[in-house]
């Protein structure tokens, strides 16, 4: 399996890298947006010196986990999603389907866009940022939960992304629901507590933005509890098998293209 | 002059038949357009409560009146987008444009006008939700709803202009995403988008003061909750005007060179 894994990603690496102009034309937009996001940052310290509890330095630690999520997610999981939603819709996914190895690996990891390693770089280089002005030293443990958290929220949003994308073996017009994740998405901005009651149930369980961004993000700034973890441990774990099953289940329904 | 006014009340007929059509998918992008404002109002009121009720001459209650009518102004800006001009020039749909005698910006203010008719009867139901979840508070009076309905018809037409400029640039070099990238993102800030401009540093607000933006987007919104005085307001049609005629003016000039420029490369 992992071998499969490392030849997309080279073959989709190489196939990129020839295209040395959208690196800039990436890096161009990667900065305009976290110049736009450092802005609205200031903007709201202009007015006042904490946000429901977090200082200047925190949020912009919730920020940086922001961007690099964003990273990983336009890396890897947009861009497999996208195209499984063009497959579905064209009927090319029975190519997938014929060959001998597990559909949903396939269509999970054949995509890459390598060029959103960008955001990647400037979300850790807005966290080194935030650590140097939060003045506090960040211990193995702490480092070592962190990126677990990260590894479960990306699953998490795979996991999401994967369900909704398999709705499209019964909607087909998926697009419009996935630009909605897109904007809710956002919401990843600002640590979830700020929002209301009901808004962060749904930002928790079932858009996982909490648990993709603001988890995370609370395990550098030591406002992580064991519960929390844990719930994000087994969430992670439920999302997965539950989209696996789904998969399935909606491969069993996929009439394919052709008679 | 009749024959022009029969074009645009067709071709609003014709768009409003097709988005009607979609309604279900027009939904589903409002919906996700409010996750924008829905947090900016969360953050701003947030702020707002840390301050003691109120920032920038904003309450809670006042935040929540901006960015709900936010989502409806956010929706009349919408217009014909200058990365669909590459688009259009390589389908070879500009080419068919320049065939017709009327200018092809026509069809454009014509047909989006028309989707805004069907927006806005869309954006009712989702006004009221947003209405019984956020609590806004009005200071509205009869005449800011006059000049709200004037107003957001000006700023469809000065944002109309101001894209159709920046997407001329495509006649020339059809690189020009970093361009219209840093045009977004300015316009974001300075015409009321991201926050009131009342929140905005003082140097900011005096920038934005000169350029058009804050009249497309900034400008409405405070219009209709009951912001502004009565000379604001009319101040404020008075330079709508200004820059609609400013805009068409640059417009017809910038089309006159790009059009000699044009060679309808593609297929």
Known sequence: MFKLIWLFFRVGAMNEIQYRVNFVIQLFQSLIALGTVLIALALVFSHTTTLAGWSRPELLVVMGVYTLMGGLINLTIQPNMQQLLNDVQQGTLDYILTRPADAQLQVSVRQIHIWSATDILLGTGVLFVAFFQLQTSLGILQTITFVALLLFGGLLIYSFWLIMTTGAFWVIRMENI???????????????????????????????VAFA??????????????VTLLVALALTIIFLLFSRWFWKFGLRYYSGASA | MKYRLDFYLQTMKIAILASFQYRVGEYFYM???????????????????????MVGGYTAGGFAAYYIVWTLVRNINIVFTPYGWEWRIQRGELSAMLLRPLHPIHYDLAYFAGMKVVVIILWLPIAIILTLLFHPTFNTTPFDVAVFAVAIWGAYLIRS???????????WTTRVSALYELYFAIELLLSGRLVPLSLMPPWAQQLASFLPFQWTFGYPIEALIGQLSTQQLLLGLGIQVFWIVTGWLLVRLIWHFGIRHFSSVGN
């Open chain 2, 31 to 53: 919906i996700g357009m409010i996750a924008e404002p829905v947090i900016y109002l969360v953050v701003w009121s947030t702020v707002a409560q840390a301050q003691g009720g």
């Open chain 2, 161 to 171: 202009m101001l894209l159709w400029l920046l997407g001329m640039i495509t006649l």
């Open chain 1, 178 to 208: 996935l630009e909605l994740f897109q904007g809710i998405y956002q919401a990843g901005r600002w640590p979830t507590t700020i929002y209301p009651n009901w808004l962060q149930v749904g930002l928790t369980f079932l858009v996982p």
């Open chain 1, 213 to 226: 961004v603001t988890v995370p993000a609370e395990a550098l700034t030591g406002r992580l509890t064991i």
